[in-house]
Structures are given as C-alpha cells and as structure tokens.
C-alpha cells in the first residue's frame, strides 16, 4: 500500500485492522531485503510519503492536491508510443482491472476495461446498480508487465533496487 496524504483506508478496502498496525517503511530499503521480507512472506507493509516522495508515480501522476491526475493519464496511458508517431486512442487502450468482490481460485477476478472506462468508474461515486460500492483495482500486470509493454513510455529508468532506495 502506498500512502498519499491520508491514513485512512479507501472506503472499498476491506481491511479489518488500521493502517497503524502494518509496520512502515520510512527509510531506504534493499530491494532484496523488501523482497524476502515483504513479499514473499506476502507480508503487508506501508510505504510513507517521505519514502516515496521521489518516486516518479507521485511527481507526475497526482496533483497538487494529493489525488490522481486523470488528465495525466489518459494523456499518457492513452497513448501508442511505437514508431513511426505517437496515436491517441480515445480511450479505447485496453487495461487490466482486478475487481476486489469477486474471487477467482485464490485471487481476484480479472477483467479487461478500456482505460476511458476505468477513468469513468474512477470519477464516479463507484456504487454498482445494487447500491453497493465496487471496488475495482488498476492492475499494472497481467502477462508480467503488461501494462509497461502497452505504454513503453511509463517504463522507469531506475532499477529496482534504485527504486527501493529512492534515488
């Protein structure tokens, strides 16, 4: 989980414990240590701010106000940025979505939606037909990194341990 400006949970979370009770991660970190500790004890964990401040996904794809910039990225997730030009797609790029409600084996389900449509769900009070709130997750691989072979521009520049430790 990553913080932005608030400790509360998204309000389609369905955690039963507080932020609070997740250890914090603050100060640079291995990415092999984040690695053993972390994930693969499928440990829960918070990013702060501070460690994440540099972060390229928090320069450029949130405002000033803390919340997700969507003309950013329909900009630039909306974009085919193979030779010969760049092509705008109208919304029509194709994004993984996991929908939090339904499982599927041991994980959530997953859906294509066109990225216009997961923008449109963003923007909206995300409530389904029944009156009950869905919540659905921008997925950033399906196929290992999708998403980054869909829009080769979104790809970072840093290695993972660089990441991790903030540079």
């Given at each position: ?133 869905l919540c659905l997750y921008l997925k950033n691989c399906g196929k290992g990194v999708a998403m980054i072979e869909e829009f080769p ?15």
């Amino acid at each position: 989980m990553i913080e932005l400006s608030s400790s509360e949970c998204s309000p389609c979370h369905h955690a039963t414990a507080p932020l609070s009770a997740f250890p914090r991660i603050s100060d640079p970190l291995d990415y092999d240590e984040f690695l053993r500790e972390y994930l693969e004890k499928n440990k829960p964990c918070v990013f702060s701010a501070r460690f994440t401040e540099g972060w390229r996904a928090r320069q450029a794809w949130v405002t000033q106000a803390g919340t997700p910039d969507v003309d950013y990225l329909l900009h630039h997730f909306d974009r085919d940025d193979q030779p010969p030009f760049p092509v705008r797609r109208n919304g029509e790029a194709k994004v993984p979505v996991a929908d939090c409600d339904q499982k599927h084996y041991d994980s959530q389900e997953k859906k294509t939606y066109t990225l216009q449509e997961y923008i449109q769900y963003w923007n909206t009070a995300r409530e389904s037909s029944e009156g009950k709130k869905l919540c659905l997750y921008l997925k950033n691989c399906g196929k290992g990194v999708a998403m980054i072979e869909e829009f080769p521009s979104l790809k970072f520049k840093s290695s993972h341990s660089q990441l991790m430790s903030n540079e």
